[in-house]
């Protein structure tokens, strides 16, 4: 197609200056069939340029995907972690099992300060011990009964 407008370039040249066409090289013309080598030739190309287009858009997918999957597992480490924080302070301080969930806190001070204030709540049960001999209490009548819980 270049060559098209270089020999129309020359043609006006030519006449411009007053050369004779003959002096000046003839016009080249171009089939139907010349025309369809050079188009499928610039489609050729073209398809080249761009034939890892697919493969390109593939991959940017599976990058995102690949960051998104991450970005997940980053939060649920980062969860499970705290978790383990709470859990190691609350044995670390004797705190019964059940009150790990409660711990506030981001970091082992602040978890550990949480778990002493919670401590100044939580009673420890002290089992009752009864070692004494047990005499055998005869049986009371229902009026006994009733009058022992009114007591």
Do not use: C, H, W
Request: proline residues 3%.
């Amino acid at each position: 197609m270049t060559d098209i407008a270089t020999q129309a370039t020359e043609d006006s040249t030519a006449t411009e200056t007053g050369t004779s066409q003959e002096e000046t090289t003839t016009e080249k013309t171009f089939s139907q069939e010349d025309v369809n080598k050079l188009l499928a030739t610039q489609k050729r190309e073209i398809r080249e340029k761009f034939a890892d287009y697919d493969e390109l858009r593939e991959r940017v997918s599976k990058v995102d995907e690949l960051t998104n999957a991450n970005t997940s597992l980053t939060g649920q480490l980062d969860s499970l972690k705290l978790d383990n924080l709470r859990l190691t302070v609350a044995m670390k301080k004797s705190l019964p099992p059940e009150l790990a969930e409660r711990l506030r806190g981001a970091t082992e001070e602040e978890l550990e300060a949480d778990a002493e204030s919670l401590l100044k709540f939580a009673t420890k049960a002290s089992p009752k011990i009864d070692a004494g001999v047990r005499e055998e209490e005869t049986p009371l009548s229902m009026n006994d009964l009733i009058r022992r819980q009114l007591r």
